[in-house]
């Protein structure tokens, strides 16, 4: 629970520190005394977005510390050990606002991002407002309040979950149906055409292979003539060819009777030359055999390198590409009958979401039901207790269901203040000060119910007087003793209740206003109470009424 504030200059608070008990405590003050800079203030330190126009003028800096004690607050504990951020029980929310409105937020002397502060704050404290009755004016409100007193958090949270997963599967679903029609047609492009090139079977290499050959058998004439020509001249019919030239030359030089070494040198070479033109006339006469003029097969290699080209530009590819080309076709191809193969699947998987959300959902409705019969019947008593005593409260369920991440349910309220009349939404039956008590009962039969120990009540008597408003004191004194009750009221019926009863004053000065906040002692609790029963002159007959009220109070409880 609460245990102090520190403000230091918000508005015209320069520096407030005030210290807080369990039990109910009344906060009053007169008109523009400063209770709304607490209230921001404690905003501020739970999370709530900063406006720099907040801090005191002249100053550079303002700055709300709220110390809470967690240990009845298990799931508190829980999220600051997880980050790391615990110090045994105690709780120390910090938060700073600069004048050009920078905003810095801390936990335990860490600095954290606001929206940890804030999502903190909400397991903190729970703010029931005076403006809380104009929320009943709109039904989506009503499921909130009916959840917030059933307690299934789990529950919703598993509602929440498996309405996540189902959506997310199914935009996936819509979103690859929506191409279904556009991949299918280029699945079908991409069968023909790995049709067509598989059918083609072009091999790597073949193309090089292919183009040799057919460049080969086109010059083959010429190669052939010059074959023939040289190997005219290496050993024709002529005198004068190479062997016959070699052999003569040999022949001289070995009836030559010298063993001059450069003799004996060209005698040795003349005899390596004719060896050598030997075996080249040997191999220009295989290379002339080699040949075959097979005019069927020239014809074969050119029509496949026709049908290669053309399916090369065919698909805008070079010819050499073809191969590569192939592959990549049949991955795509691979990828889209994976894809078609993998919506079913995924329309199989949408299915089990949605039954999984149904199930859920439909426990989370029977939770409502349940709930709901129990919630009705507490409302109708404190109606009774504010006095309303004819009327009926009933949660009514709409016949068609929508799904959405809250369940399938939509609520609203209905009320009958009369005897005879039927019952009607909120808004269509409940004058202003009726819809007050009733938004009223609604927070208290809430509040009984919560799990956050420490419960803001801000103003939330408007519209109420008299016995009354000391009904409503009461209850929220009741609520009290289960933790701890903050209740700013103008109503003294109210303020008596208080365990505790705090004042906001302003003070003026020639240069500058300031607020603050102080503990009543029992006789200055009498004075506050009187000045709320008989306003700016407190006569000694106010001032007896408000010890009548106190000390009632204290002898009842």
């Avoid at 520096?15 to 501020?44: F, H």
């Avoid at 369940?407 to 609203?412: F, H, P, R, T």
Wanted: hydrophobic share 35%; glycine share 6%.
């Amino acid at each position: 629970m609460l245990q102090n504030i520190l403000i230091r200059n918000i508005a015209i608070a320069d520096n407030v520190d005030v210290d807080w008990s369990p039990g109910m405590t009344s906060i009053s003050g007169e008109t523009g005394a400063g209770k709304s800079i607490l209230l921001n203030s404690l905003g501020l330190a739970l999370g709530d977005r900063a406006d720099y126009g907040i801090v005191r003028h002249g100053q550079s800096r303002a700055e709300v510390v709220a110390t809470f004690d967690v240990q009845r607050i298990p799931e508190a504990v829980h999220w600051l050990k997880e980050r790391e951020l615990d110090n045994q029980n105690e709780c120390l929310l910090r938060r700073t606002i600069s004048a050009e409105g920078r905003s810095r937020a801390f936990i335990n002397g860490q600095p954290v991002p606001l929206a940890e502060l804030k999502a903190l704050g909400e397991m903190l404290i729970d703010i029931h407002s005076q403006h809380a009755h104009h929320s009943l004016l709109r039904p989506e409100s009503h499921l909130q309040l009916l959840d917030d007193y059933a307690g299934h958090p789990d529950l919703l949270l598993s509602v929440k979950n498996a309405w996540v997963e189902w959506q997310g599967l199914e935009r996936k679903l819509k979103h690859l149906q929506d191409n279904a029609d556009e991949q299918n047609a280029r699945k079908q492009l991409l069968e023909y055409q790995c049709e067509e090139l598989d059918a083609l079977g072009l091999q790597e290499g073949e193309l090089e292979q292919l183009d040799s050959e057919y460049k080969r058998a086109h010059k083959s004439e010429s190669l052939l003539a010059g074959s023939h020509r040289a190997l005219e001249l290496l050993d024709g019919e002529q005198d004068s060819n190479v062997l016959t030239v070699l052999r003569r030359s040999l022949n001289e030089l070995q009836h030559l009777e010298d063993n001059t070494e450069s003799l004996s040198s060209a005698l040795t070479l003349l005899e390596s030359s004719l060896i050598q033109a030997q075996e080249a006339c040997n191999d220009l006469t295989s290379y002339i055999n080699s040949f075959e003029f097979d005019q069927e097969r020239i014809q074969v290699v050119e029509e496949r390198l026709n049908k290669i080209h053309e399916l090369a530009r065919k698909h805008q590819v070079p010819s050499a590409d073809l191969p590569g080309y192939i592959h990549i076709l049949q991955t795509e191809l691979e990828t889209l009958t994976h894809e078609e193969d993998s919506l079913h699947e995924l329309a199989d998987a949408v299915k089990e979401r949605k039954t999984k959300y149904l199930k859920f959902a439909q426990q989370l409705t029977k939770s409502r039901q349940k709930k709901a019969k129990l919630f009705e019947q507490e409302i109708i008593e404190k109606l009774d207790q504010l006095s309303m005593p004819a009327s009926r409260f009933v949660i009514q369920f709409a016949d068609e269901s929508k799904a959405t991440a809250t369940g399938q349910d939509q609520v609203a309220f209905h009320l009958s203040v009369n005897p005879g009349q039927p019952m009607q939404p909120l808004a269509k039956v409940a004058s202003g000060g009726e819809l007050s008590r009733i938004s009223l009962a609604i927070q208290v039969v809430c509040a009984e119910h919560s799990t956050i120990p420490t419960l803001v009540f801000d103003e939330v008597d408007v519209g109420i007087s008299g016995a009354t408003a000391e009904i409503v004191g009461h209850m929220l004194r009741s609520v009290g003793k289960r933790g701890q009750v903050i209740c700013v009221t103008h109503l003294p019926q109210v303020a008596a209740q208080g365990h505790q009863h705090c004042i906001v004053h302003k003070t003026l000065t020639e240069n500058q206003t300031t607020t603050s906040i102080r503990t009543l002692n029992q006789e200055q609790r009498i004075d506050e109470l009187a000045r709320m029963l008989g306003g700016i002159d407190i006569t000694a007959q106010t001032r007896a009424h408000a010890e009548e009220m106190l000390r009632s109070q204290q002898n009842a409880h």
